[in-house]
Every structure is written in C-alpha cells, then in structure tokens.
C-alpha cells in the first residue's frame, strides 16, 4: 500500500516516520518466519530516501536522541535506491558517460557521420557545430544530455516512441497525438530523435539497457516475493526490498520515479511518502493575482487563493499534484502514457482525506519531551496532520494564512504590524559587510533578551554562501572577546578545499596556453605549490624581478611554442622560460659586472629591472627555478606526445585512452604538491579524474574503443566537475550560515536571509536551451528553476518558529538605493495592503524595514532609535566619544612616534646615506623603520617598439657609457642589446637603437677628447669633518684623474641625463665632499642636454672653485637636515613627479605614510629650494653667498 502523509510542519513528519519505523521493525510475515530469520530481521536498516544531507543529519540525531545510536536506517537518495546514475534529483537513465558518446557522434564529420547525415535534413545543428573547437563542441554535448536527461525524467513517452520502445504498450492520448503533429514540425525534433537513434546504436550504452528492460524491471519489482530481500535487476544493478520504504521529505519526485514507487507498493510491501505540504486546503489550480484585493470579506477569495503561495508555491504544487494524481491512477497508465487534461477535468477540487488540525504550540511542547509521540493509522493511504499556531505575530498570523488559505491578516484584533512585534523585519544596509555587522550587532541582542535562544537555533541564508564566506569569517570571526557569536559556514566551496583544484587547474592553463610571465607567477604564488618549494612573500617577489629582468615574456621553451601555433611562434626564440633561465644562469657564472655575451646568451644577474637580489647571492632560487621549469617541460611533453600518439607508437603497454591522463595527474600531484598528510591529501582530485576516465571508458565503441579525449579537454572537464560540486549542508552547532537550499525545510526559531538583493538572481529567471523541446511543448509539472528557488523562499518562511528577517544592501546613497529581490517586494507589499490608509501604511512600512547606519563607526549606529540593530562595541563607542570631545579635529598621529639613535662622537656617516636621504627623504624613513613600499605595478609587456620614456632613454645610454668605459666597442653593444628582449622585438630593435648609441658615443668621445692628457686615479677613502656636528662624513671617490703636464687632480663624471638630474646631482655634492675633504680638486660634468635645434648635445660644465670651509658648512645643513629627520621631524620631502608614470602615486604614497601628521608642503618646498641652490654650483656663484642660502633653509622647529 502507498501511505501518504500531508503536513505543514517538518517536526509532525520527522516525529511520525520515527515511530512507523520503530512499528515497522519487523515485516508483516514475521509470526511466519522462523527463529534465524526473525533474528536477521532485527538487524535490517531500513531504507529512507532523503532530499538533502542536511535532513539525513538531523534525522541521525533524532534517532540518537531518543536510542543512542543510529544504526536502524539507511538514508539515500531517490535515485540512488534504484540504482540510477548522479544529477539528483532527476532519474538519470541516461548516464554520465552518454556525455562522452554525444561529444564522439557531434566531434566527427566527413561521409558516414552523424552531422553529414543530418546537413540533408536540418540545418540547426550544423549551424551550432561549425568552426568549434573540442571543448565547445563537448560543452554542447553536455547542455544536450541535460536535456535528455529531463526528456527521461518527463517525457519518457517521446523517448520511448524514438527509440521504437514497447510501442504497443504506449497508450497515446488525444493531447500527446496533437503534441507529436506540432513537434515534428519543429527544426530541432529532428536531429534530437536522430541522435537518440544514434546514442542507442551504441550496444555500451547503460540508457537503453534499462529502458529495453523497464517494463520488466517493473513487473519484477511488482511480482517481488515478500520474503526476498534483494531483487537483481540485471547488469550489475540490484535494489534492496525492505518491508516498507520511506519517501521523505520529497521536493521533486521526477514522473520516471512513479511507476516504480507503485510497483513496489504492489508487491504487498508499504510505500510511505511524507509530504510537506503548505496549506491543509486544495490549492493545485492556484494563479498569481497580486492586485487582487484581499481585504474583501466572505469566501469568494477562495477562487484565487493565497498570493503569496500562488506566487511561490508553484514547485511543491506540481509535486504534490503529481504524487496524488500518481496514486489514483493505474500503474501501466502512470508509466507509459503522458498525462491527459480531460481525463481530470472535472477534479477542479480534491476532496480532502481525513485531516487532523493540532494547536502548534502543543504538539511542538510535548515533541521536546518525545519525538515519537505522534501516530497515523497503518491502515489508511492518506492522512494529513497540520499545526496551527493561532499567534497575533505577524510572522504566525502569515503562516497560518498560508495553511488555511485565508488571505486576510485581520483576524486578530491587534494591527498587523506593531512595533513591539519584530517576528518578521526587512533590514536595509549600504553594503554586504553592514548587513552582517547589523545581523552580529542584532544577534547580540536576541540573546541577551530572550532566555530560551540559543546559537544552534539561528539559521543565516544567503544565496551565494561560497562567495559570502569571506565576508562572515571577517564580520563574525573578528568580534572580540565579549561579543563573539559561535558560528559555522555549512555548504561553502572554501578557499581550502578549492586550492588543489586551482594549482592543478592553473598548471594545465600554463602548458596549454601562452604561458605569459603574470600567469606563471600568479601560479607559484599559490599556497599550495610555493609551500611545496618553500618560497615566501620575498622569494616571489625576486623571481618576479629576475624573470623580467632576463626577458621571460611568454612561453615555457621552443616547442611549447611551436605546438601552440608553429606559424606564429617559428621565429620566437627568445621571450622563453626556458632562455631567460639560460641568461640567469650565465649570469650566475659570471664575475659580477661582466655583461658581455657568451655565444648567443645574454647574463643577466637579475636585478637589471628591479629587485636586490641576484641569482648568484641565491643559487638555491635558481635552483628551485629550474626544477619547476624540468618538471614543466616534461610534464608538457607526455601530455603533448600523448595527444600526437607517440606514446603508443614508442611502448605498446603504456597506458592508453583516459588512464594516460590519470597518470599525468599523479606526477604532477607528485611534483608540485606537497607532500599528503591524513590533515591533507589530493583525494579529491583522484577520485574525480578516476570518476571521469571510468565515465570516458564507459563511453567507448565496440568497434573503435574509448573516445581519445585531447589533455585540455580532459583537463577542462575535471575542472568543471569539481568545481561545480557545490558541498552540501548540515546543520550543527552554533549560528549556520549556508545557502539558500541546503537547509531548505529544516524548523530554526530564527531564520534570517541576508544578501537577498535586487541584483543577487535569486529567484532568479526561468532558463531554458534554445533547443529545449519541453520548453515549447510544456506539460502540467514540468520543473522551472525560478519556481523552484521561489519555493525555496517560501520553504524557508514557513519553516521560521519565532523570526523571519531579510536583509539586503540597498546601496550608500539615495541616487543609488536598490530594493530587494522581487520575492521579499512581493511578501512586503502584501503586508503592507492591508493598511487602512496612507497614512497607517507609511507608518507600517518604517517599522517593517530598519535602515542601518552608513558604517558601524558612525554616532548613529549607537543611537536608541536603532532598536536591537543598535552596535554593541563598547571600545568603538569610547574612541567615538573621545573624538568628539576634540570636536572631530584631532590631528593624526606622526608615522614616527619615537626617535631613532644620532651618531656618536667620531663616527663616520657614509655619504650614500646623505645621499639616499636627499635623493628620497620619505623612502629614507620607511626603510629605516623597516618599511619597504612596493611600486605595485605590474610588469608591462615588452613593447615592439623600444620604449622612449625617459627613463627607458637614460637606462640605455647608460649601459651603453658604462661599456665604453670598460673598453667595448659600439659592435660590442650592438651585440648586446641584440641579445637583449627588454629592448623591443628582434628585426625592430637594431635600427631603433641606433640614436641611443650615437647619443652614447658621443658623450663619450665629449669625455675622450677633454682628457686626452690626463690618466685615471684609484678610488680612495676621504672623510671631511662638519661645523656644528660631532660625526664625520666620509665616501670613496670615484672618476677622479690627473692632468699629465700639471698633476692637477680633476673630478670628471659622465651623465647621461642632464645636469639636473639625479647623477648631476650626485656629482655635485660628492664635489663638496672631496673638497670639504681638504682635495685641492677642480672638475667638471660631462652631460647629455637637449637643444631646440641639435637636439641631444654633450656639454661640458665646470663646478664652482667652492673653499673647502664653504663646502662644509654646506654639507653640514644636509647632515643637520639629515639629523632632524632622525628624531622625527620632517625637514625635506620630495614633491610626487608631474604627470603619470612611477614616482606620481609612489612618492606621494610614502610622504603621506612616512610624514603623516606633518607639514608635508613646507618640507617639499624646502627640498626644491635645495635642489635650486645646488645646480648654483655649475654657474660661477660668490661662495659666501650661497652657504648663507643653503643655511637660512635650516628651519626645522
């Protein structure tokens, strides 16, 4: 017999199924059994078929509340019981590896394919195929047997007649003959009927195995004796038979599953579905009204019904709809016959079984103290028990409406909304991150005030809770102390859980895409495999550095490039991993400066771009570096040669088809993983890929095999699946916050959705693939997601004990302000319908929606007005009021809040630090407090053409000054720069550099020809004392000669920028230093300035004959200046550079950390009246005048 039992409350079902199991232990033969068989009886589980994890969690603890333990069930999914495949909770008949066959049929083109065969007959499909590539077509497929798979679960009727199936068991009625005329018309009937013809050629194929042998599978099942406790039903698939079958809780029971529900009942065993049912009323032919007036009197309403369960009750309807009209009707007509209109057209009203109608709060009472106190008579096929709750809350008066099918909330005398009723609130917040301060700031005060509430009794809803975690860990995980709330994130793709699946996925994207420097970076970074080699925040931070600075652009080697696309790539040679490891490690071997090539290699040290570290100072990076780039290499070549078949060709025993991945996936695993701990293994990426190959071999052709799936396809499969496994939800201790569905049914107390925006698609819109017969043939009970995830919503109010809030962010601002999703418009609308007046309904709609404050730091946050949303941070509160005691102009406090230590007496100052505090006072600061700023930006792609910026400019003409010097010839650097990627695109690079050469070329000849009569002088250690200072500067000089006739000293640097730039500067105040130093030095500077009509010029410029007193007394203002900025003054800052480019943001970054709370703009002032002073030196200026110049700057009080 099938049971079936209705009933508005989780706890009534849950309480009932206990007991019938306890009263069904035993089968109903047992006085007949013998001792051994009524002793085996004892140790049967009984099978309960679940919706969701989360219902089989609470069910195991229900039953170990009342035994100890829970070992009498045996909790599975509809689908799992008879044995069909995955994609709950449609009966999957056409299996997973059907996705693989349809991907081989639609691949293949050419005379005797599938698409041949179908040009002469349609043109969609061929039109959906053409120029797609292998993963495109496969996504197809899969879209398609998605389709197929509804087809199975709804209309098995048109599946059946296509396949030439039982034909004279289908009983075709007149609506099913007009639906086949119409849809044979449709352009995409005929290649969907030619494909199904072509999948069951295939003699693999699970889908007709089981469809060839349903009636026979249903005969048996119906024939069962009642003693067999497990029926075979062939080809390895059994289902267990126990005396009776619990259906619990079921949201979507596809039509498939029916016949075979029926059929076990009719082998004398029970069939028990406990159905959750909204409203005791008949409600199956309800339709949205929404400006229906719903305060007229009488039971005229009757013929409309309930808005808001018209409006979101629509999936459990056609669930409900289809099980009782299944148990009214003849098992051959359920199974092979679509459903007929007529044949219930006169049931416009079902008369109702026999009801029972129990006080909420009395059964809930009594079910604490026994949860199997609540019985049904065993005799009778259908039984409903509904709880009223008869409460003047709003959020019970809407339930009850809903369950009675009453529309009207004014029923009570009190109002329907009243400010001391807070069962059910809209909240608004500006953003996602106060909606969750508010919840925890509101959470706080319902416990505080309501004795009985506990965290495990809130329920948080969102309806993407895998992009919502984040935010909960840091509203909720960062409470302190005293207001901490214990919570849990159920049913969320973690971060963690999806790391292995990232590094595996990105290393597949790496060797079958470009390869580009970010990506590849982006990789190592991953926790995952920079913990498998060791690297920390600075090591990537130097590979990045060297990486650039030796031309990696693209590309892990030649070949990789070549098998991307040989035509494109047959003159790419030099933008490699592969040949930037080569120069590092030329780099490596070579004595510090040698720059020269060797063959056609290029060293390079690593720190020609940026960074600090060469690959010299850390072999072991190097090291580390060139065996990810092996195990790249040879990773890309098995996958590679694998596709090419070379492998098969080489060793016939090597693995073949799907397994030659499976071990791909082992070595890299092996490679770049960390090693497995119980705590952390790749389990889930094996039992994926295992699932997957088994699936693909599944699919193979008796003739041909398994289907030869490419890497990147196989790759790009199993990256799908997991990541599309979304975990399911369980309820436990502590606050639970999860998605929308995952929970769906289970009773809180408190249930709150947050996140349930305007923009957040939930519900959502009804989706269907254009080629989708069902969607332009529909029948009654066909699935909708939007109407599923309406119920949802609906599932989620009812199942609300005391509280039902809704949070959403309705924007900062009012010229943006959005509302929230359509659904909680719809229930807030309806509420508010039944004011009186305008004036009521204005004063309604103010205490059902609560505003937040803007941020949780604003004095509103704190106010009375925000009721129990009012913020609970005591600490946040006292640093509030003291700002406004200061009248909220409290100047910030210095980055510097302690002096650091003077030289001493005597000691010596090198002048590279005066030097770096001149050239970037606020750097200077940063670093000295152990700061370094990052530049954060990214490194660009090497352009075509070689940059002109200025400094790109300054760097070449430089390198190549510094070759002159070393005794190079300007062939030597031609050679060079060549070799050099940074510099451009070969064929391009060679004649846009020639103007740089002859610019460089010509400050040296400049340079050559003023001191032909003069010869080099070793460097050698000078220090100078300071009036007014205690410590001595000192430096090693450096491009100082010596006049052959005279032995005249001479002080020459070459810029080559301008005098005014930073290596002008540099030469100017090591020129007061030498003679500071007691050196009687003249000298000169070599520079490149720029005229109107030459353009670049060397120039000649003779320093100032400055006294050495003169040029102490000047270096003692920088060194005081220097000394001031170390106790924490700020004395000088350099204004950010004009324009974009690095130092715009940069510096202007680090003078607002560094010189926080100071007078920024004096300082950079002073700075720029330094820098005017100091190019004096290269005009012929009185001494004495420019030391009183540089000392009025002194001025740090």
Known sequence: MIHTLYSNSYEVLRAVLLNNIERLRFRPEASELGADALFEGVFDRVPVIIPSKAVETDLTRAIAREEQICASMQFMFLSQWLGFFSKEPLANVVGNEADWMVWEILRKTGPGSFREEMKARTVRLEDCLRGRTEEEVFSLAQRVCSVFVSYASYRLDWVLEWLGLHQEQLILTEEMQDERRRMEADPDFVWQRALWQRLADNPNWRGRRFLETLPET??????????????????????????????????????????????????????????????????????????????????????????????????????????????????????????????????????????????????????????????????????????????????????????????????????????????????????????????????????????????????????????????????????????????????????????????????????????????FLAWLSLPLISRRFGFEADDLETLSAWLSSAGYEFGLSDGHLLSLDEETFRHVRESTLSRALERLALGAMLPGGVRKPFLDVLPREGVEARGWSTAAERPELLNALSTIYAALEKLRREAEGADAGDSAEKDASVEKGPRRWMRWISEALEYFFPRETPQENWQSLRAGAESLAAEIEAAADPDEGAPEVPFRLFMSALRDRLAGAQPGGRPGSGVTFTGMQQLRGLPYKVIVIFGLNEDSSFPGSSHAEEFDLMARFPRRGDRDSRHDNRNIFLDLLLAARETFLISYAGGVSETEKKEPSIVAQELREWILSFAENREERRQWAAMLTRTLALTGFSPNAFRAQQGDWRSTDADLLTALRDAAKESWSRKEFPFEDAARTLPEAGDQVPFTTLWKFWRDPADSVLKANGIRIDDEKEDEEVPVVPSTGDLSFWKRIDEALRAFFAGESEDDVRRRWDLNPELGARGVREWALEEDLAIAAALFDCFDRAMKNTTGVDPMMISADLPGLTWKISMQTSDLRKRGETGDLLFVPVSASSKTGSRGQRAAWEFLVMRAAGLDVNGCLVSREKKEKEGYVPEITAFAPIPGDAAARILAVLGRLWEASLSGNTTVARAPFEGAGKGAGDESHANLIAFRGKELAKAEERLKKAADLLEKLYARVESDELVHEFEALIDVH
């Open 218 to 519: 249903l005969e048996s099942l119906a024939g069962a004796p009642r003693d067999l406790r497990e029926l075979d039903l062939g080809h390895g698939r059994t289902v267990p038979l126990p005396n009776a079958l619990h259906v619990f809780m079921p949201f979507v029971v596809p039509p498939l599953m029916l016949p075979v529900l029926k059929a076990f009942a009719h082998s004398g065993r029970d069939v028990w579905l406990y159905l959750l049912n909204p409203s005791s009323e008949y409600w199956f032919d309800l339709v949205p009204k929404r400006l229906f007036n719903w305060k007229e009197k009488g039971d005229g309403h009757r013929e409309i019904g309930h808005p808001i369960l018209a409006d979101n009750g629509r999936s459990v309807r056609a669930n409900i709809d289809r099980l009782w009209r299944f148990t009214e009707e003849d098992i051959r007509e359920t199974l092979l016959s679509g459903p007929s209109e007529s044949a219930h057209a006169d049931d416009s009203v079902m008369e109702p079984r026999e009801r029972r109608m129990l006080s909420a709060r009395d059964i809930l009472r009594d079910y604490q103290l026994s949860p199997k106190n609540i019985t049904v008579d065993m005799k009778v096929d259908a039984e409903s028990i509904y709880l009223e709750a008869n409460e003047p809350t709003l959020l019970r008066r809407i339930q009850d409406s809903i369950l009675k099918l009453d529309p009207n909330l004014s029923q009570f005398e009190e109002k329907a909304v009243r400010e001391e009723d807070e069962s059910l609130r809209f909240v608004c917040a500006p953003t996602a991150v106060r909606e969750l301060e508010g919840l925890a700031d509101w959470l706080q005060a319902q416990f505080k005030k309501r004795n009985n509430l506990r965290p495990e009794d809130v329920l948080v809803a969102t309806p993407d809770i895998s992009a919502s975690a984040p935010l909960i860990d840091q509203v909720f995980g960062s409470l302190p102390a005293g207001r901490r709330i214990e919570y849990r994130i159920t049913g969320a793709l973690m971060a963690s859980e999806d790391a292995p699946l990232e590094a595996l996925s990105g290393l597949a994207n790496l060797l079958t895409g470009r390869m580009k420097r970010g990506d």
